[in-house]
């Protein structure tokens, strides 16, 4: 058993979280992997332009929705609600996979990387959070699950301050929402 609180940032957990989302409702582990990454990113934009860490120029903004948009008409991406974002995603040789800058997302790159963050209680925290999802089911886990991760997210402080910070992990408190 791992320890009770595991100290990590807050980008790891919510990755894990989406993947487990993910796979609650259909998608195959290394789909879910990809998924989650991009959960991660999408949420570190918005709270990074939020904050004023990123900002983004508004001809490459708007290149950037007018790409997407033909990319839907033409079928070759196509969009999956996901954790309270909204992710573009396509269907390769190998299956779906979450799309960053028109290519998809390695899933042995998301792999590494909850491997690296969590080292030895990755199994441990996942394990906790997939009896969370379990407790659900996919369509009540589709409307909760970000909600969930406000819950057992790691504390950090507000604003800039909190930006990259570590938090504690409290996996009985994660393991006492399952019911």
């Known amino acids: ?9 807050r980008a790891p957990v919510l990755t894990l979280w989406a993947t487990v989302v993910a796979e609650r409702l259909g998608y195959d582990h290394d789909e879910a992997l990809t998924l989650g990454r991009m959960v991660t990113t999408l949420d570190a934009q918005a709270k990074g332009k939020r904050l004023g860490i990123y900002k983004e120029h508004k001809e490459r903004k708007e290149k950037r929705a007018q790409e997407m948009k033909a990319k839907l008409r033409q079928g070759e991406v196509f969009l999956v609600d996901l954790v309270g974002r909204t992710i573009p995603a396509k ?9 960053s800058e028109g290519r998809p997302v390695d899933p042995e790159s998301v792999r590494r990387y909850l491997e690296k963050k969590f080292g030895s209680e990755l199994g441990d925290v996942r394990s906790a959070m ?7 089911s996919p369509d009540e886990l589709s409307d909760e699950a970000y909600s969930l991760y406000e819950k057992f997210r790691p504390l950090v402080p507000g604003g800039r301050r909190g930006w990259g910070a570590q938090g504690e992990l409290d996996l009985d408190y994660l393991r006492s929402l399952a019911g």
């Open 91 to 99: 269907v390769t040789d190998r299956g779906v996979r979450a799309v």
């Open 1 to 9: 058993m791992a320890e009770h609180h595991i100290k990590v940032n």
């Open 130 to 136: 997939e009896k969370l999802a379990g407790a659900y």
